[in-house]
């Protein structure tokens, strides 16, 4: 079963989320010291902690698991606001990205003497300084606080003025938009504090004059005002074209996070990733590509350069529709009117990024770095240069440099192997001829691209296992999930090739046909708390409308099945199982089959090893088949996700992200952040329900809630701070938002969780429900330095 998967030496993934990397020569050289020193907090300089996005800070020392349970408190502090958009638009102003954090910073001896007031409890090197927390806004706007006092150090507002005289901020329904308030800066940025000065790297959406879109790439100088940082060529627009067509501004979103990669011994020496994903209506009139980026500070004085375009739906026309718009999303097959009546993509469109604002994840192995990205819905053609709903892979080396063309893939194929059993699927409604007869379909990227499933809406997760083989995570919205060896994704393959181990992530996922995914248990979000001496590495996620969900991943060790299997069929071989003594879905003691085994797992009963090729909620197909009937509950296999845990919330709606933290692996903490429910909406009045957010601490083993934000004493109402991290409900229709997508930082004691608003704060009596705050909600441990009283204390 191991056959393709490649044994690689130990190097490590070069987390973004580290102490600082070593100077890149003189140039390199900080005003005062390099942040980030090894004997301070950590920093968070991209999203999800690292360029891995396994959610996880291994460096929190204030809040864990020990101290909750021993008494440590968390204290709700007053938030820190950000600017609220005229009252002519009657709206507040959303943090859809993810705060940074970065420790120990001096600033620029030119930045404004307030700002020095501001950052200077810290000495950082014989200098004043402090740690600094960064959040960007979608009405345009930066901001730079003490991540310990809350004072304002620098605020930088109207960025749309990049389009010139005229110039303004997108509001829902204009161009690069789509349903959002504002377009502003809508993802979360990267930070490289190897520079000098050191900068963040955002991107920002304006309209010109004329109301035409741009997009804009921005270096911008954290220790002086959050200006452009001079000789930079900042801000770039952001152009290009590939396969014939060309970036159209207005038609795309700029939403996953960025991703900055580290490769000091190639060309160019860092890359920085930009993905796009749709803004418009695939059917036109202008339909979308999904497009990636990559600019790189190689040029004098750090000056931005594109290194290439890289488009997800390159082959075939740019502009021409099928004449029945419902042709197959396999390119080259012909229009086949009713068999694909939901699929709004073909070749040569579609294909957009958006990761539910995950950003690219990147790997070291063997010397070769690899940044990975989802691509969604849109048409596929094996070879070629579409690649709705796949995995592809773009490496970089000191021989090759950075190419715009994947280097690997994978893409859902369904067939006689197919990933999900057929008991899983049971589709009937696929036509195998126009007009003919209903048959079942194979699970494959046709029914992702049919019913908007798209692929690593979960995002993107890669590790390394104790054994050193590397590995990849991911999740499309049915609720399935995909584990994928880094270093051969598998490409479009009918048969497993021991590389691709596909299981069900959602307890109840949506295979049928004309299913909407806004109705999927989707999983928009993994963490993971890597193995130690006393535990096996854990991975988390919590489903849409679903529990809170704990797995061990097993280094593919033995274990014992729980339950009586059973073959079924009337003669050898023996290749379909079942699962005959009861299974409870989300169940530790009986779970089913699909919580504790995978494609690719081996299960052995009486001597007799099989190679698990699909698996279904109680039953599975193995190869190649027992000899004899098999009726028995003594059985083993050799699995990778096994022994779930649940933290059942009842509450919960409609599910979560999460974060892990930890004191060098003890002492750990799931961070759960999530929309609830405090009181149903009123059936007579047709009222809808009230939501709130709350952040949860659990027990990373049991799952148990060891501190939670929001108290659960008094239904219906907002106990303690209202905040809400979606939109609330469409006026009229109480439709509830999808999912959630925010995520919050936990660093150095501290919480810091962007908000779309807050109606109501412990701290600031003037955010109501009328006239809510814009702005970032945070909480502090005992006996940090934002907890001793000083919070926002300081004089401007």
């Avoid at 952040?695 to 108290?711: C, F, K, Q, R, V």
């Amino acid at each position: 079963m191991h056959s393709n998967l490649g044994r690689v030496a130990a190097t490590r993934l070069p987390h973004v989320f580290t102490r600082s990397l070593l100077l890149l020569g003189a140039s390199a050289i900080a005003l005062f010291a390099q942040p980030c020193a090894t004997s301070g907090p950590p920093c968070v300089l991209t999203s999800q902690y690292n360029n891995s996005r396994d959610a996880y800070n291994p460096d929190e020392t204030v809040l864990t698991s020990f101290k909750l349970a021993s008494g440590t408190t968390l204290t709700e502090l007053s938030p820190l606001l950000v600017d609220t958009p005229p009252a002519a638009y009657g709206l507040a102003n959303p943090i859809y990205a993810q705060p940074l954090y970065v420790a120990g910073i001096s600033l620029s001896a030119n930045a404004p003497e307030a700002s020095q007031e501001n950052c200077s409890n810290l000495t950082v090197s014989g200098h004043p300084g402090c740690n600094m927390v960064l959040a960007v806004t979608l009405y345009d706007s930066i901001w730079a606080y003490n991540a310990d006092t809350g004072k304002v150090i620098f605020s930088r507002t109207g960025l749309w003025s990049d389009c010139g005289t005229g110039a303004s901020v997108p509001v829902a329904g204009q161009g690069g938009v789509g349903s959002l308030p504002f377009g502003g800066i809508i993802s979360t940025p990267v930070i490289d504090t190897t520079l000098s000065p050191p900068a963040m790297f955002l991107t920002d959406l304006c309209l010109d004059s004329q109301a035409k879109a741009h997009w804009f790439l921005h270096e911008v100088d954290i220790t002086n005002q959050l200006q452009d940082v001079t000789g930079s060529s900042s801000p770039v627009e952001i152009t290009g074209s590939n396969a014939g067509a060309g970036f159209v501004a207005g038609t795309v979103m700029q939403r996953p996070a960025l991703l900055e990669v580290q490769n000091p011994g190639g060309t160019p020496a860092n890359a920085i990733y930009i993905a796009f994903g749709a803004a418009v209506s695939e059917a036109g009139p202008n339909p979308y590509h999904g497009w990636l980026f990559g600019y790189s500070t190689t040029g004098p004085n750090n000056q931005l350069v594109q290194d290439f375009v890289f488009n997800a739906s390159g082959a075939a026309s740019d502009t021409a529709i099928p004449s029945c718009n419902t042709n197959a999303p396999l390119c080259g097959e012909s229009c086949k009117s009713g068999q694909y009546e939901n699929q709004p993509n073909w070749c040569g469109h579609g294909g957009g990024i958006w990761l539910s604002g995950r950003g690219p994840a990147a790997s070291t192995a063997t010397g070769v770095t690899r940044a990975f990205v989802g691509v969604g819905n849109g048409g596929f053609q094996s070879g070629a240069a579409n690649w709705g709903n796949s995995i592809v892979d773009f490496t970089s080396s000191a021989t090759t440099g950075v190419g715009g063309t994947p280097a690997d893939s994978f893409t859902p194929r369904g067939g006689p192997n197919s990933p999900f059993s057929t008991a899983i699927l049971s589709k009937t409604d696929c036509p195998a001829t126009v007009g003919g007869t209903p048959a079942l379909c194979d699970y494959t990227v046709e029914d992702l691209n049919e019913n908007d499933m798209d692929m690593s809406v979960s995002g993107i997760m890669v590790f390394e296992d104790q054994a050193d083989n590397f590995w990849l995570m991911t999740a499309d919205k049915t609720g399935a999930g995909y584990l994928l060896n880094q270093e051969n994704l598998g490409g479009f393959n009918t048969n497993d090739t021991g590389n691709q181990f596909p299981f069900v992530a959602a307890a109840t996922p949506c295979w049928a046909l004309n299913t909407q995914s806004s109705g999927c248990h989707r999983v928009t979000s993994f963490a993971t708390l890597p193995a130690n001496a006393a535990n096996p590495r854990r991975i988390f996620y919590w489903p849409f409308q679903e529990d809170l969900t704990s797995v061990q991943f097993s280094e593919n060790t033995t274990t014992a099945g729980i339950g009586t299997i059973v073959t079924t069929g009337s003669a050898a071989p023996y290749t379909t199982v079942a699962l005959s003594s009861a299974c409870t879905l989300n169940s530790t003691s009986t779970p089913c089959l699909n919580n504790q085994m995978v494609a690719g797992a081996t299960l052995t009963v009486g001597g007799s090893a099989q190679s698990v090729i699909s698996v279904g909620k109680t039953g599975l197909t193995v190869t190649p088949g027992f000899a004899a009937p098999v009726n028995t509950s003594a059985w083993t296999y050799h699995g990778y996700l096994i022994k779930p845990v649940y933290a059942s919330q009842a509450s919960q709606f409609p599910g979560g992200q999460l974060m892990v933290t930890s004191n060098n692996g003890t002492g750990g903490i799931v961070w759960g952040l999530a929309t609830i429910e405090t009181a149903a909406a009123a059936t007579p009045a047709k009222s809808c329900a009230t939501l709130t957010a709350m952040i949860n601490a659990y027990d990373p083993i049991t799952l148990g809630e060891i501190w939670s934000s929001y108290s659960k004493k008094n239904t219906g109402q907002c106990d303690g701070p209202c905040f809400s991290i979606t939109p609330p409900p469409v006026a009229g229709t109480c439709t509830p938002p999808a999912s959630t997508y925010g995520l919050p930082v936990v660093v150095n004691g501290s919480i810091y969780i962007p908000t779309y608003q807050i109606t109501s704060s412990d701290s600031n009596p003037s955010c109501t429900s009328s006239t809510p705050c814009s702005g970032m909600m945070v909480y502090c441990g005992s006996g940090t330095t934002a907890c001793n009283g000083e919070w926002q204390a300081l004089k401007e």
